[in-house]
């Protein structure tokens, strides 16, 4: 029997690849609440591909979803804490405020899950979204759930991780990778 790389088993899921045009490309904001079915369809789905990645991958540091991810180019993602915590529903993010105090830690993607790299991000960030009824909120989000949040708000912008590393820094094949099943460590 082979082994399947993990990339290969988060196609297999229906997680859209690196490399796919869907994923450089800046999602579709909606227009709530107008469109608020199509955006709770689109959640829906988001919540469903969690469930299926979930089952075959453990995340100990929370994990995420946009929709480009699911071959959907609409500004919508779901992050599910480490903790346990309430899901995170955004619709139409985006980042208004970040704080100085950066940090760099190690992430993936489940477009590119055979490789992780050292990202740095502001350790606080504020995020105003919409809710499906159309109302603004504001929030703020620090540390490992701000990282999340960066990161996903990052695919609704058309970006990848790597866009965010530090010259010369490359990814690491997930192999090297010694911090699978740990939280991050912040002091």
Not at 11 to 38: K, S, T, W, Y
Not at 58 to 76: D, S, T, V
Not at 106 to 118: K, N, T
Request: proline share 7%; charged share 25%; glycine share 8%.
């Amino acid at each position: 029997m082979t082994d399947v790389r993990p990339s290969q088993r988060m196609r297999d899921l229906g997680v859209v690849q690196h490399g796919a045009g869907i994923l450089a490309e800046p999602a579709r904001a909606f227009d709530l609440p107008a469109e608020r079915d199509e955006a709770e369809r689109i959640v829906d789905e988001l919540f469903a591909a969690i469930e299926r990645i979930g089952q075959v991958h453990p995340f100990a540091k929370g994990m995420g979803i946009a929709a480009p991810q699911i071959g959907i180019a609409r500004a919508a993602a779901v992050v599910m804490p480490a903790d346990d915590a309430p899901a995170v529903i955004l619709l139409n993010p985006r980042i208004t405020d970040r704080s100085e105090e950066m940090d760099e830690q190690y992430e993936g993607c489940l477009s590119f899950f055979d490789v992780r790299g050292l990202v740095p991000r502001p350790l606080k960030i504020t995020v105003q979204a919409t809710t499906p009824a159309g109302e603004t909120t504001t929030t703020v989000y620090e540390r490992g759930l701000a990282r999340l949040i960066h990161h996903e708000i990052d695919h609704l912008d058309g970006l990848l991780y790597t866009a965010r590393m530090r010259n010369g820094v490359d990814p690491i094949p997930v192999e090297e990778y010694r911090q699978t099943g740990r939280a991050w460590a912040y002091e």
